[in-house]
Structure formats: structure tokens, C-alpha cells
């Protein structure tokens, strides 16, 4: 089908155009140029004066997996309160269901989200739930760094070799796109009734640093060319102090690119008589001077909402502050665990309105919009619903500083977010949720919209109140496929799962499989997931890895 979109304002900062007035064409699921004068388009749709975008990305938001099932066991409740009757089998805010969740989606102009935190023993599960989720691309990274084989390869001197083989081998056994750590070392140390764990500090059973663990898996990454850096959750998430962990950590990959992220959790500071403040400038300041760093901020956003989280350590430590008062903790197959407590943020607490202050301030002292990406890490900060206010908020200073008027009275005087006057332009916001996302993750053909690229297309009216302008799409079309009118849901579409492969040595099998039986009782074929496993028999889309030399 050949669809034409006269006359709107292209922001493809990928390609060099930021408010471009232009047609666009779609043939099926493709962009193509322009067919010429004797072309007779199927559709089309004038969208003069109108802001177009290709479809927007969330690097990071918890969509599927154990720890997400989980929550929605946890937070029944909700699902009660939240039914959705437009959308089938829909209901769930914070814990949506896999249909609610790609129908929120699409309904704001995303057409990708990608799952941050897929374990190895539970990737199955993880895939068969995104394969439920309609509409949206989706994809997986594994998580390691607290799994006993790793830690036992680095214990006992295996060498980087057996660590990058062992790392490319999970990747294409349960078909991941990257590679994330959590808390690394700090979940397995957990296990043997060690409550913190700093950088530098040994694990209680491997006597292996998170340092080490951290750096160990970012060469592994970077060596085998994946197009993600390694995805880092870092030590101390959530306390006071925690910034100068942070900026170890930093320090700690020597040059390796690395991608942290949630940062907001990682930016406290000790000043004041509370003994919390913002260390927001400290790190945007090391991250501006970092060319191999990008992050994503996990925004706080006011309201009810659960955490859920591989950082079980973390996740005790904020337990009794859990509302409604219940949470639940777990191993998982050794190798790694899981934490779901629901949280209330509220703006009248100091300590939550710093948090959302902080988000803010790192969003708008962080230099390249190519380096830093809009997230709330869903649903711990806040449900991906507020993206649009998160947006706004942005966009208008103005209403930003109501917005500040209106927290805890002492929070304003710990941060410095009521001095900054920037501002964030439409060109900013389509490079940090769509052209960046898709570069950072290799996505060659999503995230703009040259020809060749994905028919993934959001349509805009440019409305000052650029909450409701994000919140409800004209037009969004998925792979050529117009699934959205006014916002609302016209048609059913289905994304794609993206994966990596990079290339290992096959005798890295034979130890593997006798881990796996001797310590996890759990066959190496429970790992292997097929191709007609993914999307119900679709297939995944591949990507190629291409090692990098570093500067």
C-alpha cells in the first residue's frame, strides 16, 4: 500500500531535518522517496502545519519477565480499579497487562519499548510475554553479573576469553539484544546476608569486586561489538551518598563505553541537616566530560505506583517504606534475584520531592540530548503514561516553576532546578526518544525517517500545552499501518523482537552444560530458546556486532 503525508514538519534530526517542510511516503512497511508525478497514493493524509516524527523509543522501561508478573500478583488491586474497557483483555497502570501495555504505547507515538532486565533462567517467559504485547517492537538484556558462573569464571582467573565466550553464548541462547548488570556482585553477596556492597568492596563466597564484575563485562561488550555499551545498574541505588559511588563508577570504565542507568537514584547527596541533598551538578558535570557515557534518568513522577527490581539488596532497604504496606523478595535460580515493593510518591515529602527536582536537574545540566534518554524507568519511578507531563515539564519553564512552587517547601533550596531557564526544543526531544535510542541500540532502520527506515510514523498537532500534544497523537502508524487517529486505537498491529549474535567459541558449551547440571539442575536446552519460539514463529530481527576500536 502506498500512503503520502502532504505537507508537515519533519523533525529527523538523524538525517539533518528539524522542521522540514515536506510530504513523506510510505510503501507498506517501508519509507520510500518521493515515486514521482504519475504515482496514485492509496492514502493520503495532509498533516500541513503539523509535527512529524518518526516513532518514539524507550530504551528502558520493565514491560515483561518474572519480576513484572510478580508486581501484577502484588499490586491485584489496581487491576481492580484500572480496567480499560476500549482495549481488550487491558487493565493495570503501574502493572499493566501485556495488552494495555502496548496500547498505552502506541496510543502516545511509541512504537518500541525494550525490557531492561531479562534473566537467563526466565528469558522464555520474558519472550512469550512480549510476543503478547501488540503494536510495539520490543527486545531483551540480559542480565549477568551476579549469576555464580560468571563470578566463578572471574574467581578462579578464566581469563577474559572464556568470560566474552560465555557472555556471546547467553546472548544467543535466550536471545537478547545487550547486556545489563545490576547492583553487580551485590545480589549474589546478598545471598550470603551481606546487606551493602560498595565498589571496592569483596563479595562474601568469590571475593570478587563489583569493580572487577564491572569491569570485566564491559570489555566483554565492548570486545564483542555490541551495538549497546554495557547496560549498568550500579552499586548503593537509593542512598544518601550514593553520588560519590557514582562518580567512582565512572571512573571505574576507564575510557570502556558504558550506559548507566536510572541515574536519578544514583545522585544523592549528604548536605543539609537531612542528610540528603542533590549531587545532580557533580554528575552531570563528570558525564558532560565523558564522551563514552550515555544515561537514561528514571524520572520521578508524583503518585502510587511499585518497584520492582533484579536489586534485591536495595529492594530490602526500602521494604518498610513500602505502601500498601506488603512486598515480597526472591532468588531466582541462583542466578539472580528479585525485590517488588509499591511506593507512593508524594510531592509534600521532602526526600520524594528532591527526587523529582534531581530527575529534572540532570535532564536539564546533561549538554548532548544524544547521551541521555527519557525514562522513568517504569513502573519505579513512575508509570511511561507520564511521559508527557515528564515532557512538558521539559518544554515550558514556566510551568515547570508552578510545579516546583508546589513541592515540599525545604526541597527548592537543596537543588538548583529553580535557576536553570533551558527549555528542551521539539529537534531535542525527537533525538532523546527516537533518533538516539534507535543509534544506540544499532537499530539502523528505526528512529528516523529516511528511506529504507521502518514505516514507524507519529503525527503531532504543534499545541503550546505540549503535555496534551505528547499525550495524544494524531496519527501513528506502525510498519505503514495507520493504528491511531485523534489517539485513539483504530487497527491491531504487531512489532518485532531484536536480538544480537555475536560469535563465540563452541567449546565454552561443554562447561556451561555441566554448570548448569551440577549447580542449577537445570538442562542447557532450558536455556536455548529457537527462533520458532520468538513472536509466534515471526522470528526475531537480527543485528549485526561489529567490535570497536576505543579512543
Known sequence: MLTKLTGGRLFDPANGRHGEVADLWLHDDRIVADPGPGATPEAVHDVTGRVVMAGAIDIHSHIAGGKVNLARLLMGEEHELHRFAGHACGSGIATPSTHTTGARYIEMGFTAAFEPAMLGSDARHAHLEMSDIPYIDTGGYLVLGNDDFLLDLIATNAGQAAVNDYVAWMLTA????????????????????????????????????????????????????????????????????????????????????????????????????????????????????????????????????????????????????????????????????????????????????????????????LDDPWRVFLTTDHPNGAPFTFYPELIRLLMDRDYRLAKLAEIHPDAPAHTTLGSLTREYSLTEIAIMTRAAPARILGLADRGHLAPGASADVTVYSDLPDRRAMFERPDFVFKGGRLVVRDGKLVAMAQGCTHVVRPGFDDLIERRIARHFDERLGLPIKHFRIRDTEIRHGAGPQLHPCQRRELP
Request: aromatic share 6%; net charge negative; with cysteine.
Open 174 to 365: 535466550t536471545q537478547s539484544l545487550a547486556v545489563k548488570v545490576v547492583n553487580p556482585g551485590g545480589i549474589n553477596a546478598f545471598k550470603f546476608n551481606a546487606r551493602t556492597l560498595d565498589l571496592d568492596e569483596a563479595g562474601p563466597h568469590y571475593g570478587v569486586t563489583p569493580r572487577t564484575v564491572l569491569t570485566t563485562l564491559a570489555r566483554a561488550v565492548n570486545e564483542l561489538g555490541l551495538p549497546h555499551p554495557l547496560h549498568v545498574h550500579g552499586c548503593n541505588l537509593g542512598v544518601p551518598g550514593n553520588i560519590a559511588t557514582t562518580l567512582d563508577t565512572i571512573q571505574a570504565a576507564s575510557g570502556l563505553p558504558m550506559h548507566m542507568t536510572h541515574i536519578q537514584f544514583h545522585s544523592y547527596d549528604t548536605a543539609g541537616d537531612r542528610k540528603f541533598s542533590s549531587g545532580a551538578a557533580a554528575l552531570a558535570e563528570a558525564i558532560n566530560r565523558t564522551p563514552t557515557l550515555s544515561v537514561d534518568i528514571g524520572q520521578v513522577m508524583f503518585g502510587q505506583t511499585v518497584t520492582a527490581s533484579a536489586d534485591t539488596m536495595a529492594q530490602r532497604h526500602t521494604a518498610p517504606l513500602a505502601h500498601p504496606r506488603k512486598w515480597l523478595a526472591m532468588d531466582i535460580e541462583c542466578d539472580a534475584g528479585c525485590g517488588v515493593v509499591p511506593f507512593r510518591y508524594r510531592d509534600n515529602s521532602y526526600v520524594n520531592a528532591l527526587q523529582w527536582a534531581i530527575g529534572l536537574e540532570l535532564f536539564l545540566l
